[in-house]
């Protein structure tokens, strides 16, 4: 009934494997969107335009093996079904918000779900909420494997946060909504800040080899500039939405989760029938 | 073909065991129909034919199923995906793709069927279940009937040699019903194949089957159809008149009826049923609480209500019939305001409803809708029944009090998902009915309900009527309208067809006719009940 | 396949896989160049071929992309204009009042004076990115990523269903959100507001995950999860081409990000590792005997299509290894640009599609009136 659902019996466990590859996922994945502060004077990537379109291709790549290895040794049938459902709901939400700025109800669907199915369904439920939305809304651009993989990240860490309930578990939720909703816009912008400026080696654009404090007091002005507005709602809609709208969501997803008793075996005994 | 050896099931939640005792045996090609109550254990039995109980459920079986000699304790249902092909209620829930022939092949494509093999299939499938005009259609854009074609034809096209269907026409209208059921008759006779089939409207399918599995609190028993028939707990009104009449062997349908009810139809020759008659709209009495003038409404930019004159009067039961997609949601949608008239006018108690606001509106006007769950939202009954008392601003305690009175055995604390269908239309209609609206419209109440619920709906609404409520019910099922109605309004493509009232309306139209105004043609007797008062007075 | 599947004149959708193939390689020969009189023959190439050979009916998604990269430079170019560029200028257009910005500011200027240069320099960047978007809007017009579906490796095919179950679902799960609303009414409530949000979300969950379970139900019946059967040897391959895979990604990316390492280092082991990684997408299941339902022939309008948009790609990036004149164009001083002759003929071998590839099947019937076009019927019943 409580926080520890997830935990006794994870929907979809982290294997060693699925850990290693979502490790090395990460590390590529921050240096895709941290590129423009860690690549030094002189380094292969420095100079050229090409990051942007070569961390596009590897991201794609190492989102498949991410997914493919957290659903390795197959998801039994309840999983996928459940997956496909919640991916469209979170995806028809996206819709449901792309009108407005910002606005993006996903997340708060993410972190609740994330929350309940734990780190693995949390992680492939964001990645698979965003392409079906990208699928919904008929594009799916470069950016898509980027927005997949921030996405998966907020379901993940909805999923490993510690075991609280009640109202405590709602206010660390819309804790965490708030900052994931933030830190999701922070790192997708870094990924398209040098498309947009690059090339222009003043105010807020990223300039290829200066040294990282003054690429980073660039990326904070264009931040601030640019998306804080769009990144601020987005937080604090998901906040609110967890304090309203948490507790019948999260009964309702429980209530789901135990119906469909995942990882259940059913068991035979010999004999007689009952009252036989 | 399929066999229980002593079988159990009990389920985790320590509760009693869901069956017990099972012998049971169906024969290869044999159409097999289960009966019972809602809650008799019917869906657990079928679903146990392919291992899902206890693979899928989880809970614990006792005893031995095999299915063409394959144990389930060893077969997982994925293993018996070639032997046995299982269909539900709802057709769309089951749909793993999205167009026709897609999900058509996607059993196959599971099973790893070659390509050649796979599409030639597909063909034979598309055309044994007469899907062949819409085979690259979208499933979401078919009708209810080919639907649940096409969710037979999935299971199909793999060549299992038992199929099991839990209830598969109860979602549909009887035209579509109709279409499932041909095909399927089709497949029992001309491919052998074994059936187990679920079904609470046994009026539609009783005299195609080979053998009757009657289900009662988890215990089970088979026997020919006749024989099982007259003991059984649940029968359709063809029987009821059977029993009534003390036919031995109990006729199934119409055609073996009308052979023997000679003598009981010169019994009754020369008199009327009683029944009375309670139309007040022909007798011009009672206020006006729905009246529609010239109504024409869109969906989108097509009009499916093309120019609607009628009224509902305080005191009468209207039943509104029609085929699926004549309008009959969209009247009743426009009735309480949902859905606004784009000509003509639509007013409840003399005010427009889609300018009412929603608290004005509750207090003139109460809608069920086709999934009562829609109305639900609580996480128990309790909950739900006070939740609604704020909405209603009425009384703490109308709605459970009002509960109790439709539906005595609920209980607080079970969560409204988990109540049986009939347990949640009286939710539903509780919540309606404690804003007191005059008028109450209800839309297909009796989709999943058994006889039982049925009969509790009917006395519900009747005392409804009998308090001066207007009551517009849209319905398929012409039991219940037959039992029900006053009068009877039929619309087809947005147009009004028919209006009078239910005695003539119904012994009159051959579509609309229930059985026993089909047995007792040309006299005019619609409900066993009727024959029953009628037969006690001579 | 049939011999027919060859000809191009036999109407059917193209293999969803050759439309990206060629559109990649026209974004790749857009991501070349700043010339905008090349850029915009990229563009007009990729929508040329969208309207002779997009399929009729669903809603193209080529004109929302063209709107998203207009977008594009017009923020380059905005951004240009208030934050200044290193741009060397000395065409001044306008002068914008700048702003004070308080010492230490990493270097940031707000205003002041917008010249030519900085804008064309802004404009011509912004204008390859939308050239790439368009691109890439094409393969999106021409052949829905929905169909690509079909052709993720198995290793990813239980993610795939979830996916599909998800676009199959997504509609429903709209219109019950609806009804749902809708039904507030009834009970009083006008339905607005995060706290009806709230309301709303609950029973459309429910009723989303009780529908999950009979989904379930229904593929396990029908067989889904029933031919998994990987053997230890092709799992031990897996795992190693994948960490071999990780391995290599993660020290090819350190190794381009610095600048100590031998240069070559870096790219090499990134695309080893990059290999390894798709190698063990397609291992990690090669024993699946699922099979597939009417496959996408792949014929030669395939092979053309991806040949086209290949030679196209190559073409570009062959000139801009050469330094081809005007690949890059010169902004300061500002000169108009020339054009290249040999990146414009590989581009506009781009257009071959627009002739040798089939005709979509409702396209055709369209202009059924032309004896030509052979009817999609007949010849499927034929085949």
């Not at chain 1, 982290?14 to 941290?34: C, E, P, Y």
């Not at chain 2, 949608?333 to 000509?343: E, H, I």
């Not at chain 3, 019946?221 to 795992?239: E, F, I, K, L, M």
Request: with cysteine.
């Amino acid at each position: 009934m409580t926080g520890q659902l997830a935990r006794h019996a994870p929907v979809l466990a982290v294997r060693w494997r699925a850990a290693a590859t979502l490790g090395a996922t990460t590390l590529v994945g921050l240096a895709a969107f941290l590129w423009p502060f860690l690549a030094q004077p002189g380094s292969g990537l420095a100079h050229g335009s090409d990051a942007p379109w070569l961390f596009v291709l590897l991201i794609a790549l190492l989102t498949a093996l991410v997914v493919a290895e957290l659903s390795g040794g197959g998801l039994d049938a309840k999983t996928v079904a459940v997956l496909g459902v919640l991916a469209a709901a979170g995806g028809a939400l996206r819709v449901l918000g792309g009108g407005t700025a910002g606005l993006e109800p996903m997340f708060f669907l993410l972190v609740l779900a994330g929350r309940v199915l734990g780190r693995g369904v949390g992680f492939v439920l964001g990645a698979l909420a965003v392409l079906v939305g990208a699928f919904l809304t008929g594009g799916v651009g470069p950016w898509a494997p980027f927005q997949m993989i921030a996405a998966g990240w907020v379901g993940f860490g909805a999923g490993a946060l510690p075991r609280a309930s009640g109202r405590l578990e709602r206010v660390m939720l819309a804790g965490y909504g708030l900052v994931a909703g933030l830190l999701y816009g922070v790192v997708m912008n870094l990924w398209f800040w040098p498309f947009l400026t690059s090339g222009a080696p003043a105010g807020a654009a990223f300039v290829p080899g200066d040294p990282v404090a003054a690429n980073l007091s660039r990326y904070a002005a264009f931040y601030l500039a640019t998306s804080l507005g769009w990144d601020l709602p987005r937080g604090v809609l998901t906040a609110v939405l967890v304090m309203v709208a948490g507790r019948p969501v999260l009964a309702s997803l429980r209530r789901g989760t135990r119906r469909a008793a995942f990882g259940t075996t059913g068991q035979f005994v010999a004999g007689h029938g009952e009252g036989g | 073909m399929i066999r229980f050896e002593d079988v159990g099931v009990r389920f985790d939640d320590g509760g009693e065991p869901v069956l017990s005792a099972v012998d049971l045996q169906v024969d290869e090609g044999e159409l097999a129909l289960v009966v019972g109550a809602t809650g008799s254990g019917k869906t657990t039995l079928l679903r146990c034919v392919n291992g899902l109980v206890p693979h899928f459920s989880g809970g614990t079986l006792s005893g031995r199923v095999t299915v063409d000699g394959r144990d389930t304790r060893t077969h997982r249902p994925r293993d018996l995906a070639d032997v046995v092909g299982v269909v539900g209620q709802d057709p769309a829930a089951a749909f793993v793709t999205d167009t026709v022939e897609e999900e058509l092949a996607y059993g196959m494509e599971s099973l790893g069927v070659h390509g050649d093999v796979m599409r030639r299939r597909v063909e034979e499938t598309l055309d044994l279940l007469g899907l062949a005009d819409v085979r690259q259609r979208t499933l979401r854009t078919l009708s209810g009937g080919q639907q649940q074609r096409v969710a037979i034809g999935g299971v199909l096209a793999a060549h299992p040699r038992v199929l099991v269907l839990d209830e598969p026409t109860s979602a549909l209208d009887p035209v579509a019903a109709e279409e499932v059921l041909a095909a399927l008759t089709r497949l029992v006779h001309d491919l052998g194949l074994t059936v187990l089939l679920a079904e609470h409207r046994l009026e539609r399918v009783v005299q195609y089957a080979d053998r009757v599995v009657v289900v009662e609190n988890g215990r089970v028993s088979s026997d020919l159809p006749a024989a099982a028939m007259a003991t059984s707990p649940v029968s359709p009104p063809i029987v009821d008149l059977g029993r009534l009449a003390g036919w031995s062997p109990l006729p199934l349908s119409v055609r073996d009826a009308r052979r023997v009810v000679g003598p009981m139809r010169t019994q009754l020759a020369g008199r009327a049923p009683n029944r009375i008659v309670r139309s007040v709209t022909m007798t011009g009495q009672g206020e006006a609480l729905l009246s529609a003038r010239a109504l024409v409404v869109n969906r989108g930019r097509r009009p499916v209500l093309r120019g609607i004159d009628l009224e509902v009067r305080a005191g009468e039961v209207v039943a509104l019939m029609g085929r699926n997609g004549s309008g009959k949601s969209t009247l009743l949608a426009a009735a309480c305001g949902l859905l606004p008239a784009r000509v003509g006018s639509v007013r409840t108690g003399g005010l427009d409803p889609a300018s009412l606001p929603p608290r004005e509106l509750l207090r003139r006007v109460g809608l069920v809708p086709q999934d009562p769950g829609l109305l639900l939202y609580g996480e128990t009954v309790s909950a739900e029944c006070r939740a609604a008392d704020t909405d209603m601003r009425v009384a703490p305690g109308t709605t459970r009090t009002l509960l109790v009175y439709l539906a005595p055995d609920v209980e607080d604390r079970t969560h409204p998902r988990d109540l049986s269908e009939g347990q949640r239309l009286a939710l539903a209609l509780a919540i309606v009915l404690a804003g007191e609206p005059p008028l109450v419209l209800l839309d297909e109440p009796t989709r999943g309900l058994d006889y039982g619920a049925k009969t509790r709906l009917v006395a519900s609404l009747r005392s409804l009527a009998a308090e001066r409520h207007g009551v517009l019910v849209a319905t398929h099922d012409v039991e219940l309208v037959a039992e029900l109605a006053d009068r009877v309004v039929v619309i087809a493509d947005g147009e009004l067809v028919t209006d009078g009232p239910a005695d003539a309306v119904l012994a009159g139209s051959p579509a609309f006719a229930p059985q026993v105004a089909k047995v007792m043609h040309p006299q005019p007797w619609l409900t066993v009940a009727d024959v029953a008062a009628a037969l006690a007075a001579s | 396949m049939t011999r027919a599947h060859h000809d191009p004149r036999l109407p059917r959708l193209l293999h969803p896989a050759a439309w990206w193939a060629w559109a990649i390689g026209l974004a790749m020969a857009a991501s070349r160049t700043t010339n905008p009189l090349l850029l915009a023959l990229v563009v007009a190439v990729v929508g040329y071929v969208v309207a002779a050979r997009r399929e009729l009916g669903a809603a193209s998604p080529f004109g929302a992309f063209l709107r998203l990269g207009l977008f594009v430079i017009a923020m380059r170019v905005l951004f240009q204009a208030l934050l200044g560029g290193g741009v060397p200028g000395r065409t001044v257009l306008l002068t914008l009042p700048e702003v004070p910005l308080p010492p230490g500011s990493g270097g940031l200027r707000l205003g002041g004076s917008v010249t030519l240069e900085g804008v064309l320099a802004a404009a011509y960047d912004g204008a390859r990115l939308a050239a790439v978007l368009a691109c890439i809007g094409a393969a999106n017009a021409l052949a829905s990523p929905r169909r690509l579906l079909r052709y993720v490796p198995a290793t990813l095919y239980e993610v795939g269903t979830a996916l599909v179950v998800a676009l199959t679902y997504a509609p429903q799960l709209v219109e019950d959100a609806r009804r749902v609303r809708a039904a507030r009414r009834l009970r009083g409530h006008a339905g607005r507001g995060p706290r009806e949000l709230a309301r709303l979300a609950a029973p459309v969950l429910d009723s989303a995950l009780e529908r999950a379970l009979d989904l379930a139900a229904s593929m396990e019946s029908r067989g889904y999860g029933r031919s998994v059967h990987r053997d230890a040897r092709s799992r031990r391959q897996a795992t190693t081409l994948t960490l071999v895979g990780l391995g290599g990604v993660v020290a090819g990316v350190y190794g381009l990000l610095d600048g100590g390492s031998a240069p070559l280092l870096g790219l090499p082991l990134l695309l080893v590792g990059s290999a390894a990684a798709s190698a063990s997408l397609a291992v990690g299941a090669r024993r699946e005997p699922r099979s597939r339902y009417r496959p996408d022939p792949w014929a030669a309008p395939e092979w053309v299509v991806l040949a086209s948009g290949a030679v196209a790609g190559g073409l570009v990036l062959v000139a801009a290894q050469r330094g081809v004149q005007d690949i890059v164009v010169q902004t300061s001083p500002a000169v108009w640009p020339t054009v290249p002759w040999l990146p414009v003929v590989g581009l506009l071998l781009g257009l071959v599609p627009a002739w040798l590839s089939p005709l979509p099947p409702l396209r055709a019937v369209e202009r059924v009136g032309d004896s030509r076009v052979i009817h999609t019927k007949g010849i499927r019943s034929a085949s």
